[in-house]
């Protein structure tokens, strides 16, 4: 039989996705009071890969990742996505865009081995975690790389989103390496 044991704590990641400028500062404020300052920022990329939010987010949607300098523990995921959506409506509601959606932030976490990502939807290849959330694994690393799946998005398959990727896990695993804080 398998010993319990409490899982390593985690990197806590928020992609922000919007067309407005200001969504990005007013997003990292609200990540940096809730859970740590930001350790890491990725460039603001073009988001090109689908036209999936263009009805709601409109057109020239960029998308930027921040990662948390506060480890988490993994299971906080469920409760992690629910305060972003509260975050987008706060949003939608006050910064009177013209589209319904202005902003989409998305959380996961990333371990040594995984980039996590939190949905509202479920899926053939999502578990059911808590409180009307799942999770997939996104990606995964091995050999010295991150690798997809049949279901990753394919944003996530981007060489200069997992170079960021890669520079988070460089900072995880000396955080690591550290131990807890004391």
């Not at 997809?148 to 944003?155: L, N, Q, V």
């Amino acid at each position: 039989m398998g010993q319990i044991s409490t899982p390593a704590a985690a990197l806590l990641i928020v992609a922000v996705t919007s067309r407005h400028e200001s969504a990005f500062s007013w997003s990292l404020s609200r990540a940096a009071a809730a859970w740590g300052s930001s350790a890491l920022e990725s460039p603001r990329f073009l988001f090109t890969e689908t036209d999936y939010y263009q009805a709601t987010m409109g057109s020239d949607l960029r998308k930027q990742f921040f990662a948390l300098e506060t480890l988490i523990d993994p299971a906080r995921l469920p409760a992690i996505k629910r305060q972003t959506n509260t975050w987008e409506a706060a949003y939608a509601a006050e910064a009177g865009r013209a589209e319904p959606r202005p902003l989409n932030l998305d959380p996961g976490y990333l371990t040594l081995g995984k980039l996590v990502l939190a949905s509202t939807k479920d899926h053939a290849h999502r578990i059911y975690l808590s409180d009307g959330i799942y999770a997939e694994i996104t990606l995964y690393y091995k050999d010295k790389r991150w690798w997809h799946r049949d279901w990753t998005y394919p944003d996530y398959r981007r060489e200069d989103y997992q170079h960021f990727f890669s520079g988070c896990r460089d900072f995880l695993k000396s955080k690591l390496a550290k131990g807890p804080p004391a």
